[in-house]
Antibody, heavy 117, light 110 residues
Framework: QVQLQESGPGLVKASETLSLTCTVSGGSITGYYWSWIRQPPGKGLEWIGFIYYGGSTNSNPSLKSRVTISVDTSKNQFSLKLSSVTAADTAVYYC???????????WGQGTLVTVSS | QSALTQPASVSGSPGQSITISCTGTRSDVGGYKWVSWYQQHPGKAPKLIIYEVSNRPSGVSNRFSGSKSGNTASLTISGLQAEDEADYYCSSYTTSITEVFGGGTKLTVL
């Protein structure tokens, strides 16, 4: 059974860079697309971006200038960096496996990141 | 990209059927078969319940069904049960090679 686990600081200062890592266990990271999705408190889901195990990426146009997604196949991990954060970036951040197009079949439990001023 | 449009809330009594709509454009919902639905209980991660418009993953109840007409996709839950009370989100692939979610619908089982 594939499992995903997000890790990283739960508190980030405004204007700094948010960094999260997703560790995949129970399966290989190769052969799939891997995504980041976030959910501000009390609000809906927002797609952040994806990375293919081979390294190709794409991200939400509204976040594109601040988002970097990378993959480390040797560690079965992929990572998110979001720069110049503000309070609006406070959210639960989920990593998920995209199995084919638009099919997020495995999700991490989510990690709350709070941006402080 | 704009979020897909869902009703903020729907409700139904146990045993009844409800339908949640998800409206997009020709650039997303209307242009592809790649529309999915997710169920999210409070404090939990979303769970995939429908993919490619109408396919159910293994283990998902056949009380959940999906369809699409033009730019609008729909999720129907039949034989409502108390455990179905949750938030539901649609999602679609887009022409920009991105994904987009709907704003979410809160289902209340009366």
């Amino acid at each position: 059974q594939v499992q995903l686990q997000e890790s990283g600081p739960g508190l980030v200062k405004a204007s700094e860079t948010l960094s999260l890592t997703c560790t995949v266990s129970g399966g290989s990271i190769t052969g799939y697309y891997w995504s980041w999705i976030r959910q501000p408190p009390g609000k809906g889901l927002e797609w952040i971006g994806f990375i293919y195990y081979g390294g190709s990426t794409n991200s939400n146009p509204s976040l594109k200038s601040r988002v970097t997604i990378s993959v480390d196949t040797s560690k079965n991990q992929f990572s998110l960096k979001l720069s110049s954060v503000t309070a609006a970036d406070t959210a639960v951040y989920y990593c998920a496996r995209r199995n084919g197009y638009n099919r997020f079949d495995y999700w991490g439990q989510g990690t709350l990141v709070t941006v402080s001023s | 990209q704009s979020a897909l449009t869902q009703p903020a809330s729907v409700s139904g009594s146990p045993g009844q059927s409800i339908t949640i709509s998800c409206t997009g454009t020709r650039s997303d919902v209307g242009g592809y078969k790649w529309v999915s639905w997710y169920q999210q209980h409070p404090g939990k991660a979303p769970k995939l319940i429908i993919y490619e418009v109408s396919n159910r993953p293994s283990g998902v109840s056949n009380r959940f069904s999906g369809s699409k007409s033009g730019n609008t996709a729909s999720l129907t839950i039949s034989g409502l049960q108390a455990e179905d009370e949750a938030d539901y989100y649609c999602s679609s692939y887009t022409t920009s090679i991105t994904e987009v979610f709907g704003g979410g619908t809160k289902l209340t089982v009366l």
